[in-house]
Every structure is written in C-alpha cells, then in structure tokens.
C-alpha cells in the first residue's frame, strides 16, 4: 500500500478513535451495548478465519436503543452524538479530496504524454510497458545507454506488434503472426544495438511481453485485454518504479463499480464528465480498500496467477523465424522476400515496416 494511502488510513483511524470518545462520554449505555455486540461479531467473524472491522452506522444505533427504557432520552442525545460522524466524514472527504487531487495531476500528465505522442512521432521512444514490472525494467534498463531512435525502436515493437491497443480488422493469425515479426525485431536490437552484456536478458523480456500478447482477448470492437494489471510509472531505466492505476483496479476487482463509472462517463456533459467520474473513482477508491484492506494485494496477485498459469507456458509463432537480423540491409531484404513468398498478407504492417525511417538510416 502506498505512503499516502497509508496516511489516509492513519488518519482515519485516529477520527474513529476520537468518534468512539465521543458516543461513549455522550451515551454510555448504549456505547457499552454497542462494543458487545461489536465484539460478539468480530470474535464469529475471526473463528471463521475472517477477521472484520465492525463499523456503527445510524440505524444500528436506533435499532440498539429502541426496545430500553433510555431510549426516549438518547433519542434526544442522538443528533449531538452524530455531530461526531459529521466531523469524521467532513475529514474523510477532505483525505478523499487530496487523493483525488493527485489523481487528477497523474491523469493530466498521462494526457499531456498521449498528446506529445499523437502530435509528434518523433516522440516514439517514450517509454511503452507491458506491465510485468520486472520485464519492463529490464527493458528500460537494457535501453539506459542506447539513442532515442533505438529506444523508440524497441518501444514500437512492444505498441505495434506486441501489444496493440486494437486489432480490429486483423485475422488472428496475422495477429499472431506479428508479434513473430516483433520478435525478429527484438532480435535484431539484441544482435546490433543493445550491449552484451545484456542482451540475452533483454531478448528474454521481450519474448516474455511477447508470450503475453499471444494471450490478449479481443473484445466485439477490436479493443485488446492483455490480462495483466496497468500501472502507472515513475522514474526510468534502472530507476523505474511503479504505482498502481485506481481505475484498472476498479475495472477487474468491482466489475459493477466499473460500469457505473462507464456510466457516468457516458451520460455526464462534456464541462462535467471529467470530475464526475475522477469523484466516483476516487470515492469507490477510499470505500473499497475500508472494506476490503487487502483489495490490491488480491488485485497483485490475480495478474502473478494469470501470468504464471496462463502465460508463461505459451509458445510463439514462428511466421518471420527465418528473418535475417545481423543488419538493417539482411533485415530489409528478408522482408522483401517473405511479400514476394506471401503476396497480401499481413500488408499495411509490412508496408508501414519497410518504409519506417529506422530503416532507411
């Protein structure tokens, strides 16, 4: 669990503490019946092997008080004592509202990256993650030294042959059949441009980013799921860190929490669909992790089973096995030769390859 996450948690631990002061100073008798029950439940919960936090909410309060003879009395008390609660979720929002607000910034840098690569593909090698942190740093690290036409080199491979965003109008043997042209790729940065020395473990990292793409499902539109959880980055090269994406997280663990965001997004007008749905998301955020602490550890651990059952096992395709890699011009007229063997296949990718700048260099 991240540092802020880990303060927000702190802090509101501290609120409920002061929270319960207050009910027990205010209303004894009903704060003694209450803690009972409370523990009653938690001690069941624990010989189930489930320890629970056990939280009082008005109603459960009403519903302790109403059958006692004090009840007329903490009938008069009980808007002062959830003065208390006002206080605790007044604090609790302005914790959600900082979240939310670094939040926000992450989301405007990703947009301003998305922005800088539309705008200028010379921009290419900003960095592409498959989201298997050991293999992109690996990666990452493989490319430290390397020049910006290199890294964006290795970065296309893994946008536009390993893990497309959509492959709408793509069979999927030429799917396939491009993350082994991918791959031939990675081949040829290992042999000429990446440095001996770590060579062999980038080539293992990128065959593993490959693996995982000969997985990825298609959705009706051509949008492509690749199993893994999304991240977000900080740093890079040998520096690189990762933090957790709240939406990716939302999106496998609470499909219904999901689609009422997608909702939100949908129906919100355009000056409002941004904040709309950041304070859904962010609001879902604070309330999932209070009832289920271990939520992104499961999130962590769903990808790691996926990967290991799913992934790790798969063979690749082996289309472009017989390109020549030892250079740019072997390359090229490899190339040239598997059109001419398979006329119409696989053409835009093969087009769009031959003329790449890289190449031509």
Same mark, same amino acid.
């Given at each position: 669990?991240?540092? +802020?996450? =880990?303060?927000?948690? %702190? ?19 009903a704060y003694d019946r209450y803690k009972q029950a409370a523990l009653e439940r938690q001690k069941a919960a624990e010989a189930n092997g489930e320890p ?14 109403? =059958? ?19 206080? *605790?979720?007044?604090?609790? +929002?302005?914790? #959600? ?8 910034? *992450? ?37 430290? /030294? ?14 536009? /042959?390993?893990?497309?965003? =959509?492959? /709408? ?62 991240? #977000?980055?900080?740093?890079? #090269? ?26 939100? /997004? ?43 059952? %799913?992934?790790? #096992?798969?063979?690749?395709? %082996? ?27 696989? %053409?835009?990718? +093969? ?11």
């Open positions: 669990m991240d540092k +802020l996450t =880990n303060a927000f948690h %702190t802090q509101m631990a501290e609120e409920k503490q002061k929270l319960w002061q207050l009910i027990k100073e205010k209303s004894p008798d629970v936090e056990v939280t009082i909410s008005k109603e459960g309060m009403k519903s302790l008080t109403e =059958n006692t003879r004090d009840s007329e009395e903490f009938k008069a008390q009980e808007e002062k004592v959830y003065e208390a609660f006002k206080t *605790y979720y007044a604090k609790l +929002l302005r914790i #959600g509202a900082d979240r939310a607000e670094l939040a926000n910034a *992450y989301a405007k840098q990703h947009a301003f990256d998305e922005e800088v690569v539309a705008l200028d593909r010379k921009a290419s090698h900003l960095p592409e993650y498959s989201g298997l942190f050991e293999v992109d740093k690996t990666i990452a690290s493989a490319l430290e /030294n390397c020049s910006k036409e290199e890294k964006g080199f290795v970065y296309d491979i893994i946008r536009q /042959n390993f893990l497309v965003k =959509n492959t /709408n109008g793509m069979t999927e043997e030429e799917r396939q059949a491009n993350i082994s042209l991918g791959m031939k790729k990675a081949e040829y940065a290992a042999k000429n441009f990446i440095s001996s020395s770590q060579s062999k473990d980038f080539l293992d990292a990128m065959e593993s980013v490959a693996k995982l793409a000969t997985v990825g499902t298609a959705a009706e539109d051509g949008t492509m799921d690749y199993g893994v959880r999304k991240k #977000g980055w900080l740093g890079e #090269g040998s520096d690189l860190v990762y933090t957790d994406d709240p939406l990716d997280i939302m999106r496998r663990m609470d499909k219904k929490a999901y689609a009422e965001y997608e909702r939100i /997004n949908a129906d919100s007008d355009n000056e409002s669909r941004a904040l709309d749905a950041l304070k859904y998301m962010m609001k879902w955020y604070v309330g999932a992790v209070q009832e289920n602490p271990k939520m992104v550890e499961e999130y962590h651990k769903q990808s790691e089973e996926y990967v290991k059952k %799913t992934v790790k #096992g798969q063979k690749l395709d %082996t289309t472009f096995q017989d390109m020549e890699t030892s250079s740019k011009l072997a390359f090229l007229e490899s190339l040239k030769a598997f059109c001419l063997k398979r006329p119409g296949f696989l %053409t835009d990718i +093969l087009n769009r390859e031959m003329n790449s700048a890289f190449w031509q260099k």
